[in-house]
């Protein structure tokens, strides 16, 4: 069984920062790329960021320039850092990982359960 738990959403105010954490553990053959999605109330869930496992980044438009994000390999780990937030950020953050289950053959995605970041103008 796999897991990803996410942690670092909260209140922030406009111009402010929040650093989000995604651990995948349980029964894990490899992880390719991992990343964040958003999902804003009455709005589809949106890529913010991904990361392949060799370091590659894609960022959308709304986060280039605002964001980074960064993996550890070694701990199953992606994290989001996010600067400048603007209300407009204000949405349920949802992490991914495409990897690899024991046992398996083939990657699939899996996702966290989502952590709430909240932006205050």
């Known amino acids: 069984q796999v897991q990803l738990v996410e942690s670092g959403g909260g209140l922030v105010q406009a111009g402010g920062s929040l650093r989000l954490s995604c651990q995948a553990s349980?029964?894990?053959?490899?992880?390719?790329?991992m990343g964040w999605y958003r999902q804003a109330p009455g709005k589809q869930r949106e890529l913010v960021a991904r990361?392949?496992?060799?370091?590659?980044?894609y960022y959308a438009d709304s986060a280039k320039g605002r964001s980074t994000i960064s993996r550890d390999n070694a701990k199953n780990t992606v994290y989001l850092q996010m600067n400048s937030l603007k209300p407009e950020d204000t949405a349920v953050y949802y992490c991914?990982?495409?990897?690899?289950?024991?046992?398996?053959?083939?990657?699939?995605?899996?996702w966290g359960q989502g952590t709430q970041v909240t932006v205050s103008s």
């Open positions: 990361i392949a496992s060799v370091g590659y980044t």
């Open positions: 991914y990982a495409d990897l690899r289950a024991l046992g398996t053959w083939r990657a699939q995605d899996y």
């Open positions: 349980g029964s894990i053959a490899s992880i390719n790329a």
